[in-house]
């Protein structure tokens, strides 16, 4: 008997191919006795028609035009403990539906695309996050965004007026008061507000004489130092940044340091 009038002898792992397959054809091609050589080109035939199928199916998703799904509107009916927060952000008005539980932080960049403001620790530690609130610097990742109802959150996008960057921006770039760049907002937003502060005389831990009345205070690096300790710097720029305060506390040019410490 030759070859062609046998039925195929399949090995194990053949015979579950071809029932994973096509199932249903398995016991009629065995009956009808296809040899081999025919199964095989069944087989081949079979595996061809799958990879051109998920071919163009592939083809089809790459060439297909990009859409972009839009997220449900959030309100209080699709947020748990949802709420309305109305507040000024840099001078706009703004409303907001959040969870009770969102912090400023995770609103600013998420809710109003103020991505400015960066989330390094999450815990308070940093200082990355720092913003102004109401003329108060304060640590965003660690503010209820609902606490902030019907204040005024400034933020580093919101330190340059008109185009014209704020002179604590400018003596940030003229004493390279940074180098990776990611904790310079934070530093520049509490920079700003330090000012202020020294301004309406509010003590640091470092002030000599409390029970004096507030008046102006005048920035020792000290009293720079210790009032900027809430952010860090990993790239160890301190001195620049000191020298960037001072040089707009004393409103004297400073001349720019290049030691490498």
Same mark, same amino acid.
């Given at each position: 008997m030759n070859e062609d009038d046998q039925s195929p002898q399949l090995t194990?792992?053949? $015979?579950?191919?071809?029932?994973?397959?096509?199932?249903?054809?398995?016991?009629?091609?065995?009956?009808?006795? *296809?040899?081999?050589?025919?199964f095989l080109k069944l087989m081949t035939l079979a595996g061809g028609g799958m990879l051109a199928w998920q071919s163009a199916v592939a083809e089809q998703v790459l060439t297909r035009p990009l859409t972009t799904v839009q997220p449900a509107a959030f309100n209080p009916e699709t947020i748990e403990n949802g709420v309305n927060v109305a507040l000024? *952000?840099?001078?706009?008005?703004?409303?907001?539906?959040?969870?009770?539980?969102?912090?400023? @932080?995770?609103?600013? $960049?998420e809710k109003l695309d103020l991505t400015g403001s960066k989330k390094g620790c999450?815990?308070?530690q940093c200082g990355a996050c720092t913003v102004i609130v109401d003329g108060r610097r304060v640590l965003s990742?660690?503010? @209820?965004?609902?606490?902030c109802e019907g204040k005024s959150v400034?933020? &580093?996008?919101? &330190?340059?007026?008109?185009?014209?960057?704020?002179? &604590?921006?400018k003596a940030f770039i003229k004493h390279d008061g940074?180098?990776?760049?990611?904790?310079?907002?934070?530093? &520049?937003?509490?920079? *700003?507000?330090?000012?202020?502060?020294?301004?309406?005389?509010?003590?640091s831990y470092v002030t000599e004489n409390l029970r004096k009345k507030p008046v102006p205070v005048k920035l020792s690096n000290e009293e720079i130092q210790e009032r900027m300790s809430g952010n860090i710097c990993r790239c160890g720029a301190y001195p620049n940044i000191v020298a960037a305060i001072q040089e707009v506390h004393g409103g004297k040019a400073i001349e720019q340091n290049? @030691?490498?410490i």
């Open positions: 194990e792992d053949e $015979r579950k191919l071809f029932e994973d397959l096509m199932p249903e054809d398995l016991a009629e091609i065995m009956d009808a006795g *296809v040899n081999r050589r025919h000024k *952000v840099n001078g706009a008005a703004q409303k907001v539906t959040v969870d009770s539980r969102m912090t400023l @932080l995770d609103t600013l $960049r999450d815990h308070g990742c660690l503010t @209820l965004a609902a606490s400034k933020t &580093i996008e919101g &330190i340059a007026q008109g185009g014209e960057l704020h002179p &604590i921006q940074f180098q990776c760049g990611f904790c310079t907002p934070g530093q &520049i937003c509490s920079a *700003v507000a330090l000012l202020d502060e020294a301004k309406n005389g509010d003590a290049w @030691l490498l």
